[in-house]
């Protein structure tokens, strides 16, 4: 297992931007962000293969988020844009040792502390 530490939540108006970020203390393999809403379940938001090449987003999501990744730097991001009320969540970092690119949450065996976004309406 790897230590993850996300950064870069706080409270934003909707349709304004943040961008989350989260550093790993060794290599990984494939990297999700997964958010988990007050009352409800977490769920995927989106994954990344260890090279960037494959990515997988969360229908409501996709077109607003970009995952992306440094390995240089063994750190994932998380680019949100045109924010909702509805994105509202702590969002975690994840990390799997499969290669090939996973949007189940029990394939993830290391999970960072969380990092609150909240949008205003």
């Known amino acids: 297992q790897v230590q993850l530490v996300e950064s870069g939540g706080g409270l934003v108006q909707a349709g304004d931007s943040l961008r989350l970020s989260c550093t790993a203390s060794?290599?990984?393999?494939?990297m999700g962000w997964f958010r988990q809403a007050p009352g409800k379940e977490r769920d995927i938001v989106a994954a990344?293969?260890?090279?960037?090449?494959?990515?997988d987003y969360a229908d409501s999501v996709k077109g607003r988020f970009t995952i992306s990744r440094d390995n240089t730097k063994n750190t994932v991001y998380l680019q949100m844009n045109s924010l909702k009320p509805e994105d509202t969540a702590v969002y975690y970092c994840?990390?799997?040792?499969?290669?090939?690119?996973?949007?189940?949450?029990?394939?993830?065996?290391?999970w960072g502390q969380g990092t609150q976004v909240t949008v205003s309406s």
């Open positions: 990344i293969s260890w090279s960037g090449g494959t990515t």
């Open positions: 994840a990390a799997s040792r499969r290669v090939v690119v996973t949007r189940v949450g029990g394939d993830f065996d290391s």
């Open positions: 060794g290599r990984t393999f494939t």
